[in-house]
Nanobody
Framework: VELAESGGGLVRPGWSLRLSCTAS????????MAWFRQVPGKERELVAS???????KYLDSVRNRFTIYRDNARNIVDLQMDDLKLEDTAVYFC????????????WGRGIQVGVVS
């Protein structure tokens, strides 16, 4: 499965961006789809995830600002990011976890989000 991210860019604090992840094949049966982010020198961290039962999980620092959407019919997972802050600057990665009992998972190449004052 190939995952392609789009929608990143450079914005000011308080602005919004919507990231989109398109999968090359059906995600209908994938257990979880997620967005992670990483800054240089730090570990990759989970930003938001959504299961095939539409249970959502968020990093505390983005809760109530970011929303994850999953559209199985179009094989898309979006991340709506509102009220962006300087500390949201990172490379954002799309992740697909077909089966939590397996170590197999898929990653996109990442897309840059920069929040600058």
């Amino acid at each position: 499965v190939e995952l392609a991210e789009s929608g990143g860019g450079l914005v000011r604090p308080g602005w919004s961006l919507r990231l989109s992840c398109t999968a090359s094949e059906s995600i209908d049966n994938f257990y979880s789809m997620a967005w992670f982010r990483q800054v240089p020198g730090k570990e990759r961290e989970l930003v938001a995830s959504i299961t095939n039962g539409h249970v959502e999980k968020y990093l505390d620092s983005v809760r109530n600002r970011f929303t994850i959407y999953r559209d199985n019919a179009r094989n898309i997972v979006d991340l709506q990011m509102d009220d962006l802050k300087l500390e949201d600057t990172a490379v954002y990665f799309c992740n697909a976890d077909p089966d939590p009992s397996s170590s197999l998972e898929y990653w996109g190449r990442g897309i840059q989000v920069g929040v600058v004052s």
